[in-house]
């Protein structure tokens, strides 16, 4: 059995619910990007800060010293997740620049000293 058509001036209770929740997208996608810049912001801010108390950007960082200062690999450890990979740890802060043997050769040690297996080709995780 077809349906039958709303008139033109009614609008259906799902067409009304759709545009309400178009119009709280909308609202809230811009909050959104009202606080990703407030926390750009901030983000400068701190490293702004940082900079003139002797720290590069500030935080809890894996390098200690500096730009080119040691790395404490037991804080990058802890700072990752349960499960990780490579890139994972790439990507903790101030280990951008590092070399993939660095890297290896770091995951090479927690495994050998217990503190971390592999589970697969390329995955990893926590012990």
Do not use: C, H
Not at 6 to 17: H, I, K, L, W
Not at 36 to 51: F, M, V
Not at 94 to 113: N, V
């Amino acid at each position: 059995m077809p349906r039958k058509k709303a008139s033109r001036g009614a609008t259906s209770a799902f067409q009304q619910v759709q545009r309400q929740a178009r119009a709280l997208l909308m609202n809230l996608r811009k909050d959104i990007r009202l606080k990703e810049s407030l926390l750009s912001k901030l983000k400068e801010e701190e490293a702004r800060l940082g900079s003139l108390i002797g720290r590069g950007g500030g935080g809890a960082k894996a390098v200690t010293g500096g730009p080119r200062g040691r790395v404490n690999w037991r804080n990058v450890l802890s700072a990752l997740p349960k499960q990780f990979k490579a890139a994972d740890v790439r990507n903790v802060r101030g280990l951008k620049q590092k070399r993939p043997s660095e890297i290896f050769a770091a995951i090479t040690r927690w495994i050998d000293a217990g503190a971390a297996r592999r589970r697969a080709r390329g995955a990893y995780e926590k012990v």
